[in-house]
Nanobody, 126 residues
């Protein structure tokens, strides 16, 4: 069973920074897509960033480009995806989820991701 463990999140003022992490283990393949998604109350879940372990390809939603940055830590059978969120805005407030799928690595289609973490809340106040 694939395991996803998320950490980070919290409350900050606008312009502040937060870092989220997602550790994935027990995936049957060494090549898979890891993504961060978010869902605000009353809104659909949207893809924020994606990373494909096979070739290092990355994906950023237009709304976070230039503000969010992902890094990866790989240790044997566990990959940890870090999401550094800078210049946070109140509209970034949401529950953030980590998820994985095999391929393709397309976070614009969250319904295609089969394994999900429990979520972590990010709140940005103005």
């Amino acid at each position: 069973q694939v395991q996803l463990v998320e950490s980070g999140g919290g409350s900050v003022q606008a312009g502040g920074s937060l870092r989220l992490s997602c550790s994935v283990s027990r995936y049957t393949s060494s090549r898979y897509c890891m993504g961060w998604f978010r869902q605000a109350p009353g809104k659909e879940r949207e893809g924020v960033v994606g990373f494909y372990t096979g070739n290092g390809a990355t994906y950023y939603a237009d709304s976070v480009k230039g503000r969010f940055q992902i890094t990866i830590s790989q240790d044997n059978a566990k990959n940890t995806l870090y999401l550094q969120m800078n210049s946070l805005k109140p509209e970034d407030t949401a529950m953030y989820y980590c998820a994985t799928r095999a391929t393709p690595c397309d976070p614009s289609r969250p319904a295609d991701f089969g394994y999900w973490g429990q979520g972590t809340q990010v709140t940005v106040s103005s």
